[in-house]
């Protein structure tokens, strides 16, 4: 079952600050967060297992509310640099598989 | 350091064509492989997956077809390419760990069925 993302998309200016919602409509194992620029490939951002609160990448957060069944990324004081789709992977089993939501494009902009 | 590689980087197939694509992963061991398709504007859809030597599971009933011949090397194949082959092509892999595994993503193929 795929996870929705909310918004599709946000524009940005630099130094502003972005929630990135993935919900799930079954139990989560883990959640990965990904970011890919347009023409490449994803590059992994961190996972969160159940209840982490991680802090992985640059001025980029996530968080992990399993009873919600759902992982927001936060993007803080945002650089020209964090432009790109974002993509959130939900494991809903140990099963090595992940579906992967539809993604947000951010455009951060001067 | 462990690397991921693919190719060829871009392809553009007659529809009917026989497509092969590869993927191979260096410094790591008996690694988890995938197949994603991405379309255009859109988000991945895992195709296959792979924890073991001639070990495959089919996500997605289509024309497409994958192997593993050796353990760190990855193919999709088809025998007739159609129009809705078309797009972008990753090839993952993770370290089996027991537990939440992070994927890596190779470089893709870009593939246009015309």
């Known amino acids: 079952q795929q996870p929705v993302q909310s918004p599709q998309a946000v524009i940005l200016r630099e130094g502003e600050d972005a929630v990135i919602n993935c919900s799930s409509s079954k139990a989560l194992y883990s959640v990965h967060w990904y970011r890919q620029k347009h023409g490449e490939a994803p590059v992994f951002l961190m996972i969160?297992?159940?209840?982490?609160e991680q802090k992985g990448h640059e001025k980029i957060s996530a968080s992990f509310n399993e009873k919600k069944q759902q992982s927001s990324l936060y993007l803080t004081a945002s650089q020209l640099s964090y432009s790109g789709t974002y993509f959130c992977g939900t494991e809903t089993g140990n099963d090595y598989k992940l579906s992967f939501g539809a993604g947000t494009t951010v455009t951060v902009r001067a | 350091s462990q690397t991921i590689h693919q190719w060829p980087a871009t392809l553009v197939q007659p529809v009917g064509s026989p497509l092969s694509l590869e993927c191979t992963v260096e410094g790591t061991s008996n690694p988890n492989l995938y197949w994603y398709r991405q379309a255009a504007g859109r988000g991945l859809q895992l195709l296959f997956y792979?924890?073991?030597?001639?070990?495959i599971s089919s996500e997605v009933p289509q024309n497409l077809s994958a192997s593993r011949p050796q353990d760190r090397q990855f193919i999709l194949s088809s025998k007739k390419l159609l129009l809705s082959d078309s797009g972008f092509y990753l090839c993952?892999?993770?370290?089996?760990?027991?537990?939440?595994?992070?994927?890596?993503f190779g470089p893709g193929t870009r593939l246009l069925v015309l």
């Open positions: 969160l297992l159940k209840g982490g």
């Open positions: 993952a892999w993770s370290v089996q760990m027991g537990g939440p595994e992070t994927q890596y």
């Open positions: 792979s924890v073991g030597i001639g070990q």
